[in-house]
Protein backbone atom coordinates (compact mmCIF):
# COMPACT_ATOMS: atom_id res chain seq x y z
CA UNK A 1 0.00 0.00 0.00
CA UNK A 2 1.30 3.31 -0.90
CA UNK A 3 2.14 6.24 2.27
CA UNK A 4 2.46 9.74 1.81
CA UNK A 5 5.14 11.71 3.63
CA UNK A 6 4.01 15.39 3.79
CA UNK A 7 6.68 18.13 4.56
CA UNK A 8 4.90 21.44 5.32
CA UNK A 9 7.65 24.71 4.27
CA UNK A 10 6.29 26.07 7.69
CA UNK A 11 7.12 30.00 6.24
CA UNK A 12 4.96 29.23 3.36
CA UNK A 13 1.83 28.54 5.20
CA UNK A 14 -0.49 31.00 5.44
CA UNK A 15 -3.26 29.04 7.96
CA UNK A 16 -6.07 28.81 5.41
CA UNK A 17 -6.88 25.31 6.11
CA UNK A 18 -7.70 24.42 2.50
CA UNK A 19 -5.28 21.56 3.36
CA UNK A 20 -6.84 20.43 6.25
CA UNK A 21 -10.29 20.65 4.70
CA UNK A 22 -10.07 18.80 1.70
CA UNK A 23 -7.52 15.72 3.01
CA UNK A 24 -10.01 12.93 2.40
CA UNK A 25 -8.10 10.82 5.55
CA UNK A 26 -8.07 14.10 8.09
CA UNK A 27 -3.92 13.50 8.30
CA UNK A 28 -3.79 17.18 8.26
CA UNK A 29 -5.07 19.59 10.84
CA UNK A 30 -4.22 23.73 11.67
CA UNK A 31 -2.80 23.59 14.84
CA UNK A 32 -4.66 25.14 18.02
CA UNK A 33 -1.39 27.15 19.48
CA UNK A 34 1.66 27.22 16.72
CA UNK A 35 2.29 30.03 14.38
CA UNK A 36 4.78 30.76 11.78
CA UNK A 37 7.20 34.08 11.75
CA UNK A 38 4.24 35.64 9.77
CA UNK A 39 1.54 35.03 12.73
CA UNK A 40 -0.08 32.50 10.77
CA UNK A 41 -1.49 29.61 13.01
CA UNK A 42 0.17 26.52 11.25
CA UNK A 43 -0.78 23.10 9.15
CA UNK A 44 0.51 20.31 10.98
CA UNK A 45 1.12 16.75 9.31
CA UNK A 46 -0.83 14.98 12.47
CA UNK A 47 -1.78 11.27 11.08
CA UNK A 48 0.93 9.81 8.94
CA UNK A 49 -0.04 6.88 9.37
CA UNK A 50 -3.28 7.22 7.28
CA UNK A 51 -1.80 9.37 4.72
CA UNK A 52 -2.33 7.71 0.93
CA UNK A 53 -0.16 10.42 -0.57
CA UNK A 54 -2.89 11.63 -2.82
CA UNK A 55 -1.60 14.85 -3.42
CA UNK A 56 -4.69 16.67 -2.94
CA UNK A 57 -3.51 18.97 0.07
CA UNK A 58 -0.99 19.83 -2.20
CA UNK A 59 -2.85 21.07 -5.15
CA UNK A 60 -5.45 22.86 -2.74
CA UNK A 61 -2.62 25.03 -1.07
CA UNK A 62 -2.71 28.42 -2.50
CA UNK A 63 0.85 29.38 -1.12
CA UNK A 64 2.87 26.15 -2.33
CA UNK A 65 3.91 25.47 0.90
CA UNK A 66 3.00 21.65 0.42
CA UNK A 67 5.57 19.22 -0.73
CA UNK A 68 3.87 15.17 -0.57
CA UNK A 69 6.02 11.82 -1.34
CA UNK A 70 5.02 8.71 -1.87
CA UNK A 71 6.41 5.93 0.79
CA UNK A 72 6.37 2.37 0.64
CA UNK A 73 3.53 1.75 3.92
CA UNK A 74 3.21 -1.58 5.04
S1 LIG B 1 -1.46 13.51 0.47
FE1 LIG B 1 -3.69 13.19 0.56
S2 LIG B 1 -4.07 11.89 2.36
FE2 LIG B 1 -1.97 12.73 2.54
S3 LIG B 1 -2.20 14.57 3.82
FE3 LIG B 1 -2.31 15.22 1.65
S4 LIG B 1 -4.52 15.21 1.13
FE4 LIG B 1 -4.24 14.03 3.03
S1 LIG C 1 -3.42 25.01 2.34
FE1 LIG C 1 -1.26 25.69 2.47
S2 LIG C 1 -1.36 27.78 3.24
FE2 LIG C 1 -3.34 26.82 3.67
S3 LIG C 1 -3.14 25.98 5.75
FE3 LIG C 1 -2.58 24.35 4.33
S4 LIG C 1 -0.34 24.48 4.12
FE4 LIG C 1 -1.06 26.41 5.01
Redesign the pocket.
Known amino acids: MTA?E?LIKEDFCLGCGYCAE????K??AISPERFNSQGHLLAE?IHPET???????AWMCPHFAIE?YKVQGG
Open positions: GVFCPTSIFCNACGICV
